[in-house]
């Protein structure tokens, strides 16, 4: 029997999507799941992008500029410029949604074998495309205990050898939550300066900050438009997953002419979806602030339910809508399944992402869970409810 390739048999699964099969077997068996394993949001798409679809008049649907239609990338360089961001459209790449635009950014700065440091946990599919572009992933820990904040420059310097091209981070975080500082991102800027290396940042979660807090891009700072790349989406910032489209971005020319080679082989990203992902850009500033305030008081709630709970340790989330929480368990992969396959509480279960996908380092994360809080209040005080019960019931197994 023909063999697949080492690359294959190494592609890491997700460990968002890996339990899918159980939660169908409960659902079949007419269990209720409450799903707070994935950041799909039930927040409605902005009206006026849906409009965009459905007023159209396109009679021949043909492929788009393989950078993404002008006039919308154009206006994406506007919606930089109200976040304080000067780029212009041709600093921009739209792509099949972050995850392309990933891919693109590691193909183009990185070779086989080359190195990305990362702190971790981090966005598990980062293993899936370093793994994809046979790059390895560099893992610094981060820590529950202060909140997942960056850890010592002197851990990044540690790690740093010839094979380094990069250091890539999640601002907000995804799993964590964190935000990251504007000293901390200045940091990492100086590093990155001091060694000649690529700075890339997924800022999809841009929008979503608490607290006062306020979000610094990368492309922000002084002088460092060579080092720079960001990775953004329209996915959770208008509730639009499924469309499909991000963009990468960066105003080093050659990188984007890099990408670009990269972008042609996969011809052009969706036309449809580029015109909604255009529409949602005239979305009204009151559609997020009533978005906000709404994550906030789910964050509130799930962390206060959570910390009430016996040997749970959560952290603060400053901002997207995740938080990783740390169980008196010793296997949350086990501890999962288990929830989808033997337990319920009046006909309703609950599916998590067990945390260890999200790291590197072999080990780590092994009794944590990453919670998405893209849910209605209700729903996540019965979710962690279930989860309280689980964990009596499970421990005393």
């Known amino acids: 029997m023909p063999v697949i390739s080492k690359k294959g048999s190494n592609m890491p699964a997700s460990p968002i999507r890996k339990l899918v099969p159980y939660a169908e077997a409960a659902k079949k068996r007419g269990t209720h799941v409450i799903h707070l394993n ?59 949604g972050g995850s392309e635009a990933l891919s693109f950014a590691m193909g183009t700065i990185m070779d086989p074998e080359d190195e990305i440091i990362i702190p971790e946990p981090f966005y598990a599919n980062y293993n899936g ?27 990044f310097e540690k790690r740093i050898t010839p094979k380094t091209k990069a250091i890539l981070i999640c601002n907000p975080g995804n799993p964590t939550g964190y935000l990251y500082t ?106 997020f602030d009533d978005v906000i305030d709404e994550y906030v008081e789910r964050r509130n709630t799930l962390v206060a339910e959570l910390q009430k709970i016996d040997g749970v340790k959560v952290a603060l989330p400053k901002g997207a809508f995740y938080c990783v929480a740390e169980l008196p368990i010793s296997d949350a992969d086990d501890f999962a399944q288990w929830l989808l396959e033997s337990f319920e509480v009046d006909g309703n279960t609950v599916m998590v992402a067990p945390a260890a996908g999200f790291y590197a380092t072999e080990g780590l994360g092994k009794n944590q869970i990453r919670i998405a809080y893209v849910l209605e209040k209700e729903q996540l005080l019965k979710a962690v409810s279930i989860l309280n019960e689980g964990l009596k019931v499970y421990s005393s197994q």
């Open 38 to 96: 994935i950041g799909q949001p039930d927040i409605k798409t902005p009206a006026v992008a849906l409009e965009a679809i459905k007023n159209n008049t396109i009679e021949v649907l043909a492929y788009s500029m393989t950078e993404g239609s002008e006039t919308y990338r154009t206006k994406i360089a506007k919606y930089y410029e109200r976040n304080d961001i000067t780029v212009s459209h041709k600093d921009i790449i739209v792509t099949t």
């Open 129 to 155: 495309f370093a793994t994809a572009s046979g790059v390895k992933v560099v893992p610094i820990v981060s820590k529950l205990e202060n909140n997942f904040a960056l850890p010592p420059i002197s851990e």
């Open 182 to 287: 504007r000293e901390e991102i200045q940091q990492l800027a100086e590093l990155a300066k001091k060694h000649n290396l690529f700075l890339v940042a997924d800022e999809v979660y841009r929008e979503f900050t608490y607290d006062g807090t306020e979000h610094y891009s990368i492309l922000q700072i002084p002088d460092f438009e060579e080092h720079a790349i960001v990775v953004d989406s329209v996915s959770k910032r208008y509730s639009m997953c499924g469309a499909r489209i991000g963009c990468l971005v960066s105003k080093n020319s050659d990188v984007i002419e890099a990408a670009l080679k990269f972008a042609q082989a996969r011809l052009s990203p969706p036309t449809f979806a580029q015109i909604a992902s255009e529409a949602a850009l005239d979305t009204p500033q009151a559609y």
